[in-house]
């Protein structure tokens, strides 16, 4: 995938988080700090804080950042995981 031109600033290596990290790929999915913090719902101002490890954004906001960058969860994604659950073995009950 070819990321289109953008504004994100990275966060120094110090500051890198998961939430840096989240914040700079949304960013770039979405074309900037402008059309990110427009998406999120917040000021530009404080999007570039957290992009740049100064504060953590609050959990609803990130999970919204975490939709963004992750993919949409498909039917082939549901077979996988019904797959998974009944090849497990069964719990045995407490006793």
Do not use: N
């Amino acid at each position: 995938m070819e990321l289109p031109a953008d504004d994100c600033p990275l966060a120094a290596p110090s500051q890198v988080t998961v939430y840096t990290r989240v914040l700079h790929r949304a960013c770039q999915m979405t074309g900037g700090v402008e059309r990110l913090a427009a998406r999120l719902r917040v000021p530009a101002a404080t999007l570039y804080r957290w992009l740049d490890g100064e504060a953590e954004p609050p959990t609803p906001v990130f999970l919204k950042a975490v939709d963004i960058v992750m993919p949409a969860w498909s039917g082939e994604d549901e077979l996988f995981a019904q797959a998974l659950r009944t090849s497990r073995p069964k719990k045995k009950p407490l006793t």
